[in-house]
């Protein structure tokens, strides 16, 4: 198949999105089950109850990916789950951005902003994490 920049499009690489997905999608539960915990039943600040949802999913996910997705088994742990943090972090600025401009400007459904977030978080999370934290 065709290479672009480090991505060679082959079927390995599409079973690894699939898994990426997969770890996504229970990220997503994750993430929107303590988003919901803590914006309806606790009262907490929409923005702090998303990050608190988008970190813990961050770190569910991260296990996952490490192992299943990347099958990845770098003794550099704490390195390899900073540069994923790091990621995730700029995937939280643009999620909080998203829902933002989606929730507060445009007067979207709160939880619709958050899909449509995680969505586009979603492919940014999958080639930076794919070109930069589990290469090698």
Not at 57 to 84: M, V
Not at 91 to 102: H, K, T
């Amino acid at each position: 198949m065709t290479p672009i920049a480090a991505i060679e499009f082959n079927s390995a690489f599409f079973f690894k999105f699939l898994k990426f997905g997969l770890v996504g999608f229970s990220g997503l539960i994750v993430d929107f089950g303590i988003t919901y915990l803590c914006k309806e039943k606790l009262k907490i600040h929409k923005y702090i109850s998303n990050s608190l949802g988008f970190i813990v999913a961050t770190g569910s996910n991260y296990t996952l990916n490490r192992y299943w997705t990347f099958d990845n088994h770098n003794p550099a742990s704490i390195i390899q789950f900073g540069k994923f943090f790091v990621i995730s972090l700029v995937g939280l600025a643009i999620s909080n951005m998203i829902i933002y401009l989606l929730n507060d400007k445009l007067k979207w459904n709160f939880y619709v902003a958050k899909a449509c977030a995680i969505v586009l978080v979603s492919l940014w999370n999958f080639f930076a994490n794919y070109l930069y934290t589990f290469t090698g």
